[in-house]
């Protein structure tokens, strides 16, 4: 009786502690800039307990990440080929210029070699997590100092 208990108590916890990312819809708005999200396949989100704040993009993420340093949100990108939710640290970025309004973005893709694939055909490498994070902060420090 106590295993059963014990057993149910651990399966309990585990299930409650799990962070599951909501899928994020075109139409919604981001959390940081509050402009319409277009493409979901661009899209990301952060999950702090049980508050969901969905980002137009990633690299809106990473802005929003830099000007909160001390956020401790469970975060996930969306990638671009499946369309699903994955954990930023597990993803690979493609950095472009969005051609509609000039802005620096990332595309997150979940396979390697698709974002390497990707990436040269742009001209450019893919990079990880920690370097759309450290551009965020770049640019947050640009933007408070006038730079």
């Excluded at 390497?116 to 408070?144: I, M, N, P, Q, Y």
Aim: aromatic letters at 8%; a positive charge; hydrophobic letters at 40%.
């Amino acid at each position: 009786m106590r295993r059963m208990l014990l057993g149910a108590l651990v399966v309990s916890v585990t299930a409650c502690s799990s962070v599951a990312p909501v899928k994020v819809e075109s139409g919604e708005v981001c959390f940081r800039c509050r402009r319409v999200i277009a493409d979901s396949r661009m899209a990301a989100e952060s999950i702090d307990h049980s508050l969901v704040s969905k980002f137009k993009t990633s690299y809106c993420l990473a802005k929003y990440l830099g000007q909160h340093p001390d956020d401790k949100s469970v975060l996930f990108v969306t990638d671009y080929t499946t369309g699903k939710l994955i954990s930023a640290d597990r993803a690979r970025f493609v950095p472009i210029v969005n051609r509609d309004n000039g802005e620096r973005e990332y595309i997150a893709y979940t396979d390697r070699a698709i974002a390497d694939a990707e990436a040269f055909a742009k001209g450019t490498r893919a990079v990880g997590w920690a370097d759309v994070l450290s551009d965020g902060r770049e640019w947050v420090r640009k933007t408070s100092t006038g730079d």
